[in-house]
């Protein structure tokens, strides 16, 4: 069984879990090992636009690689919020790279609450702002906005691993893909 060595731009557990499960659900027959490092985004903590986000995310990936440069697969992983009709949205940004080839997906997005809304506009991030109002702590290693929304129907794991498997599709059907 071949061993793949990836690298998530992230300590945060959910975020490696996402990858691992994305990753294998892909490449049943590979064996994993995964490691998650701190590396800088290049974007505000919280970033607040789709451009914004993902920069993050490729920023991520881009700096895992050269922190861990002996690894086969990179990972980045930002979430995000923009204002959209009035409200605000909440989304992620997976960036993938290896062997010269890239790979990234958007999450769907979803509403948040006009409380949370209130308290990130006066500067706290998401996951402060989702632990305040739902009396939480360190929500965003856990399930998250999206947990906390849905009653636990969908994870911020299960939101980010669908994801990571599109993120994946060029070094599924590589010959579709050619490398950069």
């Known amino acids: 069984m071949m061993i793949k060595h990836i690298v998530v731009a992230s300590h945060n557990p959910v975020k490696i879990e996402a990858v691992k499960r994305g990753f294998e659900k892909l490449f049943p027959d590979t064996e994993i090992k995964i490691e998650g490092v701190s590396v800088e985004s290049g974007v505000p903590d919280q ?96 399930n998250g906005a999206v947990g906390l929304l849905t009653r636990n129907a969908i994870t911020r794991t299960l939101l980010y691993e669908q994801a990571v498997c599109l993120a994946l599709i060029p070094f599924v059907r590589p010959e579709l893909f050619p490398g950069e």
């Open 47 to 142: 970033p607040m636009s789709d451009e914004e986000t993902r920069n993050g995310a490729h920023n991520r990936a881009a700096n895992a690689r050269e922190k861990v440069p002996h690894a086969d697969f990179w990972f980045g992983v930002e979430g995000g919020i923009e204002r959209h009709n009035g409200g605000m949205q909440s989304f992620a940004w997976i960036a993938a790279c290896a062997d010269g080839q890239f790979g990234e997906s958007r999450t769907t997005t979803f509403q948040l609450p006009p409380e949370v809304v209130k308290l990130v506009e006066e500067g706290l991030e998401l996951g402060d702002a989702d632990d305040q109002v739902f009396g939480k702590t360190n929500s965003k290693q856990e």
